[in-house]
Each structure stands twice: as structure tokens, then as C-alpha cells.
């Protein structure tokens, strides 16, 4: 606990709660640099692309409809999409096969594509759908693009968690819900709490190889995340009133899209992370640890206990059949 609490110590970055993407990038140029955003056609993903993509990185965009993703990112200069199922094991594999045979290194691995609070949903394996699409999709996608990441000598791999983590951590026995009732909540929160447990693993096997990982919470922004939420789910999540009534920012605590991919933008780019990493972040700056039972922000331990994110990598690897080798070149 206290290498957590030593690792989980805010760096006063100057920045907070109202910073945007733009401003979170402090004018870095980024040209030369080649990034990869998952969820990067709608939402905050899609901000977080015009950002980068503005200051000069070349942007793909893996995206399940690509002529949709197209169509959202036509004009951006220097982004291209590309077909990609998370759900699908051999269409991650393809993709990362055709990246990697462009020979191209990779800078920057941004896993921000996600379902919430869905119906049960199972994939062709029997495995939990957001489980599944938020955490194995992407720990198989990293793994396979790890010879770019690599070849970067110098790489991020940003996580997109969420607050959402507090409500549970990672069930190792029965994270697909097979002996228990399914509750979208739960299975959400898990997600996301094994978004949080990767980058912690995946920074402690990549940071010899020059490759760092973080988490983040973005926080609350109403994006087409939401799309299954009824609206008891939108009051629960502090979006609606007691009347049905949006609540605006201040009252609702809600950011707008450009605040919401700041911190994104900032793990992936500001030299304030130069020499760190496999930490959770919100607002642009390194959350605290706090109390299991704290209802407010900061990173439970369960999130960011590296012994819990070593069982939670090797539970991965068996579930994907893919054995991710941070040493092999």
C-alpha cells in the first residue's frame, strides 16, 4: 500500500476540473509523432483526435463501421480509420496486423473505446460484453501492436477508466457473471477497474522498453456512452433532476466534451509524465488513493494494487489465448 500511495501523489500541474484538450496539450507540436485512438469517431475520443491530429500527429482510427467513423472525421487532415471489432478476436488481430506491416512505430495507444451499463450481452466466447469490449479487447490490441509501441522508444498507452471503478473492483472468479446475477452497474464498474489494473501492469513490464501506461476518469460528460441509460440510470449519474430535467454544469458536476478529453490528451502528451507512469489520473494531474468507502474522487485500492494487476494480467492472457510478451522485440 504505501508504493501505491507513493506512486498515487498529484504533481500540482497547474491545471484542473475546467481545462480543455487544446490547453492540457500546452502547445506541444506533435508532428512526427503516430497515434491510434479506439472510440475515436464520436465523443470525447473524437475531440481527443481533433486535438491531436491538430498539432500535428498522424491519427488512425479503428472504428466497427468505419464508413460511419469516416463520416464523423471527413476534413481532419493526417486521420485515417480503419475496421475494428473489440469484440471480435480475429478482427483485432487483423488490424494490428496491417498496422504493423506498414512498418510504422507507434507513439501514442489511446484505449477509449467503451460500452456502459448495457443489457447482458455476450460475445462468441460466452465472455461478458463490457468486460470484454472495455478491458479484453483492448489488453489483446496492445499485445499485438506491441512491437510498434516498441519501436517508438518512447510510447504512452493511455487507459480510459472511469469513476465508475469505485462501485467494485475485478472479480476474478466470476468476472462473466456466470455464477452470480448479472448487474450492468457492476460489470461496468469491474471494466473499468480492470482499465485501471492493465495500465498499472502493462507500465511495470513496458517502462524497461520505453513504454509507459496510465489511467484516467475524464469525468462526467454526457457522450453516446449513455445510449443505455434509461432515466433512473441518467439520475443516478447526477445528469437529470428530479423532474427529468437536464442539470447543467455547475449543478450537475458535468464537463463538456472539450474538459472531458483533457486528461486523455495530457497522459498522452504532457512532458509532466516524463520518467512516470502506471498511475491513475483525473483533471489533468495524478489522483489520490482513497478509502474504499469514499463516495468522492481519487483511486480505489483495488484499481491500482499491482499484486491484484498481476492475477488480473495472467487471467488475461488465459482468457485471450494471447500471451503478451513485454520482452520479445
Known amino acids: 500500500m504505501d508504493s501505491i500511495n507513493k506512486q498515487q501523489t498529484p504533481l ?26 479506439t472510440g475515436g469517431a464520436s465523443g470525447l475520443g473524437l475531440e481527443t483526435v481533433r486535438v491531436l491530429a491538430g498539432a500535428g500527429a498522424k491519427v488512425l482510427v479503428p472504428a466497427r463501421d468505419p464508413h460511419q467513423a469516416q463520416a464523423a472525421l471527413d476534413g481532419m487532415a493526417g486521420v485515417e480509420v480503419a475496421a ?28 477509449g473505446a467503451g460500452i456502459m451499463a448495457t443489457p447482458l450481452l455476450r460475445d462468441a466466447r460466452g465472455y461478458e460484453g463490457q468486460f470484454a469490449t472495455n478491458h479484453l479487447g483492448h489488453f489483446q490490441l496492445t499485445a499485438r501492436l506491441w512491437p510498434a509501441l516498441r519501436q517508438a522508444q518512447g510510447a504512452r498507452v493511455v487507459c480510459v477508466s472511469s469513476l465508475g471503478h469505485r462501485q467494485a473492483g475485478v472479480d476474478l472468479d466470476d468476472p462473466h457473471f456466470l455464477r452470480q446475477p448479472y448487474d450492468k452497474w457492476r460489470a461496468y464498474a469491474q471494466s473499468k477497474s480492470a482499465n485501471a489494473l492493465f495500465a498499472v501492469e502493462l507500465d511495470r513490464r513496458g517502462a524497461a522498453h520505453g513504454v509507459r501506461a496510465f489511467s484516467l476518469h475524464p469525468g462526467a460528460i454526457l457522450t453516446p456512452l449513455v445510449r443505455h441509460l434509461n432515466l433512473d440510470d441518467l439520475r443516478r449519474v447526477g445528469a437529470l433532476d428530479d423532474e427529468g430535467q437536464v442539470n447543467p454544469p455547475p449543478q450537475s458536476g458535468f464537463k463538456n466534451v472539450a474538459q472531458g478529453a483533457a486528461t486523455a490528451v495530457w497522459c498522452a502528451t504532457s512532458a509532466q509524465l516524463e520518467g512516470l507512469g502506471g498511475v491513475y489520473c483525473e483533471d489533468c494531474d495524478i489522483a489520490t488513493l482513497v478509502a474504499d468507502d469514499s463516495t468522492g474522487p481519487g483511486v480505489r485500492r483495488w484499481a491500482a494494487d499491482p499484486a491484484q494487476a498481476r492475477r488480473l494480467w495472467t487471467l488475461s492472457e488465459q482468457m485471450t489465448g494471447v500471451r503478451f510478451d513485454c520482452d520479445a522485440a
Request: avoid cysteine; charged fraction near 20%.
Open 12 to 37: 500540482r500541474s497547474g491545471f484542473d476540473a475546467a481545462t480543455t484538450a487544446i490547453e492540457a496539450l500546452a502547445g506541444r507540436d506533435l508532428s512526427g509523432m503516430r497515434a491510434i485512438v
Open 84 to 111: 475494428l471489432d473489440l469484440l471480435d478476436p480475429q478482427s483485432i488481430d487483423t488490424f494490428a496486423a496491417a498496422f504493423l506491416a506498414t512498418g510504422r512505430a507507434l507513439h501514442v495507444l489511446v484505449n
